[in-house]
């Protein structure tokens, strides 16, 4: 890859992360949000397909372990982890409840589902975020390419104002990021 290539998707990563501070006041609610869960003893659980499967993972991981400090661990749960639910469900229900079969044996009303997405449409997350509304569990989606279906299903949507894959995904681990970086503050101090 040419170095004007390279520079050429620096600048468009950058666009859209200008273009993401209007989404600022929502994500602070939602750090909000998120600490409200944990500290009232709900769980965080997160879910995604392909790179936000690996999103899902990783966030989990730095709400169970740490971020920036080492500290308690907080309730956090990717349902991309457990392959024997994951294929048992796939196989014998279908693919588009692998997440709605979870969110119904685990989650409750004190907790959040999380989905990320980059189009919106994925059935199995459309099956996740029904199964959550009719157990009263709230969602939260990270969206891109103008939200998709799943932008009007969920309790709050974060859209990425951007039609590129990966910069929707660049940018849902931003925020992310800063979200667990606020969780952690308000309830461990700096």
């Known amino acids: 890859m040419s170095q004007s290539r390279i520079e050429a998707g620096l600048d468009a990563l950058a666009s859209v992360a200008l273009a993401s501070k209007s989404l600022s006041g929502p994500l602070a609610q939602?750090?909000?949000?998120?600490?409200?869960?944990?500290?009232?003893?709900?769980?965080?659980?997160?879910?995604?397909?392909?790179?936000?499967?690996?999103?899902?993972?990783?966030?989990?991981?730095?709400?169970?372990?740490?971020?920036?400090?080492?500290?308690?661990?907080?309730?956090?749960?990717?349902?991309?982890?457990?392959?024997s639910i994951l294929t048992a469900a796939g196989n014998d229900l279908a693919f588009d409840q692998v997440f709605a079969r979870q969110v119904e044996a685990l989650c409750g009303p004190g907790d959040?589902?999380?989905l990320h997405s980059t189009s919106g449409e994925s059935k199995n997350l459309l099956a996740a975020a029904g199964a959550a509304g009719r157990r009263g569990v709230p969602v939260?989606?990270?969206?891109?390419?103008?939200?998709?279906?799943?932008?009007?299903?969920?309790?709050?949507s974060i859209v990425v104002p951007?039609?590129?894959?990966?910069?929707?995904?660049?940018?849902?681990?931003?925020?992310?990021?800063?979200?667990?970086?606020?969780?952690?503050?308000e309830l461990f101090g700096s």
Not at 49 to 69: F, I, T
Not at 164 to 181: G, R
């Open 162 to 185: 951007s039609n590129e894959t990966s910069l929707v995904q660049l940018m849902h681990m931003a925020f992310e990021h800063l979200i667990v970086e606020s969780v952690e503050r």
């Open 140 to 156: 939260v989606a990270f969206l891109g390419k103008g939200g998709g279906a799943l932008a009007g299903m969920v309790d709050v």
């Open 112 to 114: 959040l589902l999380i």
């Open 30 to 83: 939602l750090a909000t949000r998120y600490t409200e869960v944990l500290r009232g003893g709900g769980t965080l659980y997160f879910c995604g397909n392909g790179g936000s499967a690996a999103d899902a993972q990783h966030l989990a991981a730095e709400y169970v372990v740490r971020y920036s400090a080492t500290r308690r661990p907080l309730a956090a749960v990717a349902l991309t982890t457990d392959t």
